[in-house]
């Protein structure tokens, strides 16, 4: 897959020179609804014998429209977006720096500089999307012209309720630690790409020894607590069970001082694993990270949550 990465205005050296068939959005965690979206423009794309493109966007739009309410973490960091799309078998993938200056660019001009002139035969999206200056470009519009071009509108997508799948509602289930909710909505478990740093070597001594994974992207954290997960080591190319908290570790540390930090006990492991990227995947929630008395009362209840993430992921390969 070729990345074309597009700061406002797009070159013409930047148009590809096939006919493509292009889904657009921000596709933010690569949800059912996306996935829909992605899937349409593979089919329309066979079906007219178009190259498969996706644009996306970077920053978020909020960065630049809303200030007060950006959004800097996300469900898919940009690096984890174009690896899910490229492993769908995509062909061309526009990230375009959502910049003020493209901000202000209006619906008008862009379906000229980045649709027509770029060789967009197919233009497919979710029946909500919107684009150019003040959102006044979408679907309908698009449809209710004469363009030189195809426009494939996704309807709406839900779960069992009629609520639309979407980003900002998955980011809500994760704040509330509602992993199965927020895993049923993205089709597959939430995961977290992170390296293993040192600790403060803390667990070894009271028994149950963690890696403590770093983040290596800006992902949105699950709720404070305590969860059933598996993690891959990329080394091994392989998976374990374990139980992770997520936390500032009110026992020991002040919690209004403290860093966040995602402490994994890995099952039935005794290796040093320090340096290695692991993917964290989060099935379920077991409870709220909490402030023990001492030591003792904090064992005993870990070792009660081990056992809950053991018999909760009985399941899991
Ligand atoms: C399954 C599990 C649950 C935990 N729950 C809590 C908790 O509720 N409160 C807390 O202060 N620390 C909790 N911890 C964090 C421990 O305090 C921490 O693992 C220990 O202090 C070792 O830290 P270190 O790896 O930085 O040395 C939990 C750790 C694990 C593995
Ligand atoms: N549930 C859905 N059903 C159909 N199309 C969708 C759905 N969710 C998103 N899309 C479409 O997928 C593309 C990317 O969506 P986008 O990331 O902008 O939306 P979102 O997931 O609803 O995020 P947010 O919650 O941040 O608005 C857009 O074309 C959008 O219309």
């Known amino acids: 897959m070729e990345v074309i990465e597009i700061t406002h205005p797009i070159k013409s050296t930047q148009f590809v020179n096939e006919n493509i068939a292009l889904a657009i959005g921000f596709f933010d965690g690569i949800h059912l609804g996306h996935q829909k979206v992605l899937q349409k423009m593979i089919k329309v794309a066979k079906d007219q014998h178009l190259k498969k ?138 995961v977290i790409k992170g390296m293993v740093v040192q600790g403060e070597k803390r667990g070894r001594t009271i028994g149950f020894p963690t890696a403590n994974v770093e983040p290596v992207d800006d992902y949105v954290l699950p709720r404070k607590g305590v969860y059933a997960v598996t993690i891959l080591i990329k080394s091994r190319d392989k998976t374990y069970k374990g139980v992770c908290n997520v936390g500032v570790k009110p026992t020991f540390h002040d919690p209004s001082a403290s860093q966040i930090s995602i402490e994994v006990n890995i099952f039935d492991f005794d290796e040093s694993i320090y340096g290695e990227r692991v993917e964290v995947y989060w099935h379920h929630f077991i409870r709220p990270e909490q402030k023990f008395d001492g030591i003792d009362a904090l064992v005993s209840q870990i070792t009660k949550d081990k056992e809950e993430a053991k018999s909760l992921l009985l399941l899991e390969r």
């Open 53 to 190: 493109a996706v644009m996306t966007f970077d920053p978020h739009p909020s960065v630049v429209l809303n200030p007060e309410k950006k959004r800097t973490t996300y469900l898919t960091p940009i690096a984890d977006k174009i690896e899910s799309i490229e492993k769908l078998g995509v062909d061309y993938c526009f990230v375009v720096n959502f910049s003020s200056t493209f901000a202000n660019v209006s619906a008008d001009d862009f379906i000229d500089q980045y649709f027509i002139q770029n060789h967009v035969k197919a233009v497919i999206a979710g029946y909500d999307f919107s684009f150019g200056k003040y959102g006044k470009g979408n679907m309908s519009s698009l449809q209710e012209n004469d363009y030189p071009f195809s426009v494939h509108v996704v309807s709406k997508q839900t779960l069992q309720d009629d609520d639309k799948i979407s980003t900002t509602d998955i980011r809500a289930s994760l704040e509330l630690g509602e992993i199965e909710a927020c895993n049923l909505a993205l089709g597959r478990p939430y």
